[in-house]
């Protein structure tokens, strides 16, 4: 009777994820192009190992028909590469590409600047590192430890009521800037300085607003759209403030994306 009610629970999720994906997300894998399955999806058990040899044999699959896995990498690459995840073992989170990821390449054999950018790109692109080139500040960074970006992030983006200790700001003379962050979703620089301890603070924000997690609200503040309330009051009025309704109840959108839709939406006003 058990298993009859599990295999009747997993066919429910797959009826479910199967109207999500109708229509959409052709480049999805799903069992039943890898191996005989009638789930559109890998349910898992980490407890008994359910199906998770299974899963492993569909991502080796997947691996050996991507094309890009057979590109050769010369061993300069690859010494390259090592020798930059070798500073994990320094507990270093990033490095910076001006000075420390050039000398290591200029010690392995890779002196060219060129060369050294192009091997970046192949392994930010295979996930073993992390460099984004869209703009200088990002350029300037080479991330080992993507932990260290999602721990920067979170810090910021948190539910303020659960997280936050408002001690904490409030003996720094910051808890003013602590409130308006979480109860506006407006962070003043102090704020952002203080809770990322002058940590790349450039980086930070200039990744947030390439990823539309942050825009600039005005010279003193930033908006932060996911710390944005459902309803906001107006202060000593007792008035709702302006509301604004989009219906996508017709389509799929994603997490996250009306929130990066606010920025595009603040970044043009402010430019106006």
Request: aromatic share 10%; glycine share 4%.
């Amino acid at each position: 009777a058990d298993i009859m009610e599990e295999k009747g629970n997993l066919q429910v999720i797959d009826k479910i994820l199967r109207e999500l994906t109708k229509g959409s997300f052709a480049q999805i894998r799903v069992p039943g192009e890898v191996e005989v399955d009638e789930l559109i999806y890998f349910p898992i058990d980490n407890r008994e190992r359910f199906r998770i040899d299974q899963l492993r044999r569909a991502v080796e699959q997947c691996a050996r028909d991507d094309q890009s896995v057979l590109q050769e990498v010369s061993i300069r690459s690859m010494a390259f590469l090592d020798s930059i995840l070798s500073e994990k073992q320094k507990q270093k989170a990033y490095l910076t590409f001006s000075d420390e990821v050039k000398q290591l390449g200029t010690n392995v054999g890779v002196p060219s600047a060129r060369e050294q950018e192009e091997a970046l790109a192949f392994f930010h692109e295979r996930g073993f590192l992390i460099h984004m080139t869209s703009t200088e500040i990002l350029k300037k960074i080479v991330v080992i430890n993507p932990q260290w970006l999602i721990d920067a992030l979170s810090k910021v983006i948190r539910d303020g009521s659960i997280h936050i200790d408002i001690q904490e700001f409030k003996t720094v003379g910051l808890e003013e800037d602590a409130r308006s962050t979480f109860e506006t979703a407006l962070a003043s620089r102090d704020f952002l300085e203080h809770v990322w301890k002058g940590e790349q603070i450039e980086f930070f924000i200039d990744l947030m607003k390439r990823t539309m997690l942050l825009s600039e609200w005005n010279r003193e503040f930033y908006l932060i759209p996911s710390l944005l309330r459902d309803t906001y009051m107006i202060p000593e009025t007792g008035i709702a403030g302006h509301r604004c309704v989009y219906d996508f109840s017709s389509g799929f959108l994603p997490n996250g994306v009306f929130q990066r839709l606010l920025c595009l939406c603040v970044e043009l006003s402010s430019r106006n």
